[in-house]
């Protein structure tokens, strides 16, 4: 065989005789030195498309002579033929390498995504437009003659093959040998429609193939003024950047910001901020206008993206909602398999159907469940919904097609999993242990905090709401705890306490005035005993003075008579409705949805796809936008699935920018300083995290730390290597203004705070990494992926209790009916049957992981596996989530850790950091996609 200096990597056919199938391959790292070519790719990694980016060369092959396969290489310059020494299937090998000293052949492998509706499909088949994509190499160095950018290298990409899922396309270059290194490839689509490119391939260069992951949609060229520009998978702090590449770095992050001007397009790629002043719909009803939440003193909140609609006719203020299809940048979109399980048809189409139906079906759709056997049966029986036209059927049947699994078509029945809380235990909503458990193992264990000083008061204006002092007493407290006085049990840390009293007073009088609901300040306290588990020991409920009535203030007692028990349990619905409406709207809305928004955006406009910050953020990052605009759709919007489901009914949202304006601040999001700062944790150097938890069997508490770990490590490894001094950071000006717009566009109300850290260090740099990748990741699953468990069966969660407590100034039919029924009391308290049933099939959805759900370190993104030292460090990081899994399993598995461990117990596998699809209570995914 000739040997060519030029030649070490090359593209390679395998075709049979009498087959069509051509398969390309790619064959790196030939042996000039071997003599022959007598190797065999072995146990190529399949890329995409038969694509092979990797491959190992074995000398030990028995020829075969009737050979009858044989390789063809795609440089065609000058081939050589030679009989390959392979074990069957035999092959015969076409080589070719190019001989011309004055280039290199350059072969570009382009790879389009096919879309599900056969878009693309007809795109390649001709069917529309042209079949080109026009190809332009970019140096990344100037040329040295002119200080310039050189002249791109100009090549049409044509369809070559397509596969199930995807379409091959395919350019030459020529290639100067004093062009220097390719940087960046331009593109322009030549289709009529867009295209989604997932990754470009070059190859035949002398140090082996160059990769480009552009996972972006390309707008026909007709339709946009610039060419997309995609650059290698190598990253570059900016000052590191080519010479060649510089100014393509810079105008990519002048376009993607935009001008801050007119309407977005579905096709832009503008990441912008505004306000959410698209809640509230004037247009419509005068009466679905809310707060513009945001901009203002009195409603602070995280920004949003920016879609400039028209703004409302009957309010300025407002933006308009006509068009119930909100913008997001293009490449926010979710992947097709997320969009058939979760997206705005399925959720607003679906729900509002339900809805109508359930409208129709209950003359009263206040109605309540008359009782447990009715619910219960939810579970064994379905739900029946009114008699649908046959296509309005099939219509649901396809939004939400797990809620009519093995339905009988007449039988309009919605089916519901039973949750595996129930499942284990039907009557484990009954228990007060349980109650207390789930505030540390449960769908919300953010709240839960240590008691500090006594007696317990609120910081309200006692004018408006009355007395401050809580009349929990210390007779109540120190008649139930094994410690001689409360001052005692709190210096030993044995009292916690459920805090929703200053958080929900100042709204009572307000919520009181809507129909079918009430509201209370709460506070519930609980002992830690010496089992390690909580035991509750009293709940306050409090009204603010209203209509002349001074305030009213109760506290109930788990122990008591048969009165009292029943009072107790009343208390506890409303309680639980609080806790409900605190994990929807602060832990899980505000706390991760809400607050990631502004990042995601600050980091498109500031941080190029070339940065290394960019690459370790941008799995974190995916496809919050698109389920945060469906949730400004139908979920959090005036009349949407919150204000009909949740006891402050049209405050809701304004509820959540309290809790931003009093509650959030960006380094209390890092989870060893949300636990210090509840109580839950203490600073100790010694112990394991550098902090000792207060309660041992925290089980949140305990998971949480180790992926917080897990990935304070990786970012540590990730950020030392790439920036090697503190004045890399101070310098890195695309880091710098990150942050600064992080802080001052992203959240501008609140960019005064002294709380958030600065960025000068390595260190400073990794806890904000750190923090935002746990917030995106395992905060977001701790709270998302257990709703079904907890809240699939409502008395245990419900997210609304209707009625005041019957001894809160009754009548005396209203204290007879409770004396006489309180059961039947307890289940009107309860959400009605059309709230209940909507949010169950909410919780259903937003419990799921879809089968193509990308869990935290599971797959590596590409430019991590080209630098050798960050692959290592990743591969660390995986190896450690998986040992996290076995860790989890173990703690589930330990009898002396009761508060995950016992009879009737769901396990706490809620940060088990893998799952299968489905509702299966555990995963943390890299991202906030549902
Ligand atoms: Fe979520």
């Known amino acids: 065989m000739a040997h060519h200096a030029s030649f070490s990597s090359s593209l390679i056919y395998i075709k049979r005789p009498h087959d069509n199938n051509k398969k390309k391959m790619q064959l790196i790292n030939f042996n000039h030195n071997s003599g022959s070519m007598t190797y065999l790719l072995q146990k190529p990694h399949v890329h995409q498309s038969f694509i092979i980016n990797s491959a190992l060369f074995r000398p030990s092959y028995t020829p075969h002579k009737n050979s009858n396969w044989f390789l063809k290489s795609s440089l ?121 490119l997932k990754n470009i391939v070059l190859d035949g260069f002398p140090d082996g193939p160059i990769h480009l992951n552009c996972q972006s949609w390309i707008q026909p060229k007709d339709d946009t003024s610039t060419k997309r520009v995609f650059f290698t998978n190598k990253v570059y702090l900016p000052l590191q950047t080519p010479s060649g590449l510089r100014k393509f770095r810079e105008n990519e992050l002048i376009e993607l910001r935009g001008n801050g001007e007119g309407e977005r397009k579905k096709s832009d790629r503008i990441y912008d901020y ?58 926010e979109s979710f992947s097709e398999t997320k969009q058939t399980q979760f997206n705005k048809s399925t ?16 003359t009263d759709t206040n109605l309540g469940f008359a009782n447990f056997d009715d619910l219960d049966a939810i579970y064994k029986e379905g739900f029946q919904i009114p008699t649908l036209e046959s296509n309005d059927l099939t219509f649901l049947q396809k939004l939400i097609p797990k809620f009519f699994k093995d339905a009988d078509d007449s039988q309009n029945l919605l089916r519901f999993d039973t949750p595996e809380s129930y499942k284990r235990d039907r009557f484990f909503w009954f228990s007060d242990v349980e109650f207390a458990r789930e505030t540390l193992a449960g769908a919300n264990p953010y709240s839960i905090q240590l008691v500090k000083e006594w ?22 407290i120190e008649s139930q705890i094994t410690y001689s006085t409360v001052e005692e049990a709190i210096e030993e840390k044995k009292l916690f306490m459920l805090d929703y009293h200053d958080l929900y007073l100042p709204y009572v009088s307000k919520v009181r005035e809507i129909k079918e609901t009430t509201l209370y300040g709460s506070r519930t306290l609980f002992f830690l005993n010496s089992e390690g588990i909580l035991k509750p020991l009293a709940i306050e409920l409090t009204r603010p003075p209203i209509d002349g009535k001074a305030q009213w203030t109760q506290v109930f007692k788990p122990d008591s008579d048969s009165t009292n028990l ?199 740099l990794i806890n904000i990494i750190t923090t935002i990748a746990w917030v995106a990741s395992a905060h977001h699953s701790a709270v998302n992926f257990t709703q079904y468990t907890y809240g699939g069966y409502f008395p245990n969660r419900p997210t ?131």
């Open 455 to 476: 007696p317990l008061k609120s910081k309200l204006d006692v004018q408006i709401y009355g007395p401050s002092e809580s009349s929990i007493s210390r007779e109540i």
């Open 76 to 196: 065609t310059k000058k081939v050589h033929i030679r009989r390959c020494l392979v074990s069957p299937p035999c092959m015969r090998v076409v080589m070719a390498t190019s001989t011309n000293n004055s280039h290199h052949n350059v072969k570009a492998l382009v790879t389009v995504k096919q879309s599900d509706d056969g878009l693309i499909k007809n795109i390649v088949t001709g069917i529309v437009g042209n079949n080109h994509l026009v190809l332009e190499l970019v140096s990344a160095e100037l040329d040295p003659r002119a200080n310039s950018e050189r002249e791109t290298i100009k090549g049409k990409a044509h369809e070559t093959e397509k596969t199930e899922n995807n379409v091959q396309y395919e350019a030459t270059f020529e290639l100067p040998t004093n062009f220097g290194n390719v940087g960046a490839v331009l593109v322009e689509n030549e289709h009529s429609k867009e295209i989604f």
């Open 347 to 362: 959720i607003s189409l679906g729900l509002t159907t339900i809805l109508q139906s359930l409208d129709t079906l209950l």
């Open 800 to 930: 609304i209790a209707r009625n005041k407590m019957p001894t809160e100034d009754p009548t005396k039919e209203e204290w007879e009916k409770f004396m006489n029924n309180p059961e039947q009391t307890l289940l009107e308290c309860f959400p009605s049957q059309i709230q209940a049933t909507l949010f169950m099939v909410v919780l259903g959805l937003l419990s799921e992981h879809s089968p193509d759900e990308e869990y935290i370190g599971e797959i590596m993104e590409p430019s991590w596996g080209e630098n050798p030292n960050i692959k290592e460090a990743f591969e660390r990081f995986q190896k450690r989530l998986k040992e996290i899994e076995g860790i989890v399993d173990s703690r589930n598995e330990d009898r002396n850790l009761k508060n995950r461990h016992g009879a009737g117990i769901v396990p706490y596998e809620t940060l088990k950091p893998f799952s299968g699809p489905g509702v299966t209570g555990k995963g943390v995914p890299y991202s906030i996609s549902i």
């Open 566 to 764: 029943w009072l107790w349990r009343l208390a506890k619905a409303h309680v639980l409705a609080h806790d409900s409406g605190h994990h929807e709207l602060i832990s899980h809305w505000l706390r991760t949805h809400c607050v990631v928004e502004p990042i995601i955006i600050a980091t498109h406009r500031q941080l190029s796809s070339m940065h290394p910050i960019y690459r370790l953020l941008h799995p974190h990052l995916r496809y919050t936008m698109e389920i945060n605009k469906v949730a400004r759709e139908v979920l959090i919007n005036a009349d949407g699935i919150l204000e009909i489901s949740f006891t402050p009914k049209k405050y809701t949202m304004e509820l959540s920018s309290v809790a931003y304006d009093k509650l959030w601040q960006f380094d209390l999001q890092a989870l060893p300083n949300d636990l210090i700062h509840r109580g839950m944790a203490v600073e100790d150097l010694n112990a394991r995290h550098g902090i000792k938890l207060t309660i041992k069997d925290y089980p949140f508490a305990n998971d949480g730390l180790l992926i917080w770990e897990a990935i304070k490590q990786w970012v540590t490894e990730y950020v030392n290597h790439y920036y090697p001094s503190s004045s890399t950071v101070e310098s890195d000006q695309e880091l710098q203004a990150w942050w600064t717009e992080i802080r001052t566009k992203g959240h501008a109300d609140k960019s005064e705070e002294p709380w958030w850290p600065k960025l000068k260090t390595q260190n400073d």
């Open 274 to 331: 505004d306000v959410y002043n698209d809640l509230g719909d004037p247009d419509i009803n005068i009466e679905l206008k809310r707060s513009v939440l945001g901009g203002t003193k009195q409603f602070p909140y995280p920004r949003r993206c920016r879609t400039g609609r028209k703004h409302s006719d009957a309010d300025k203020l407002y933006e308009e909602r006509s068009t119930l299809d909100f913008y997001v940048p293009r490449d």
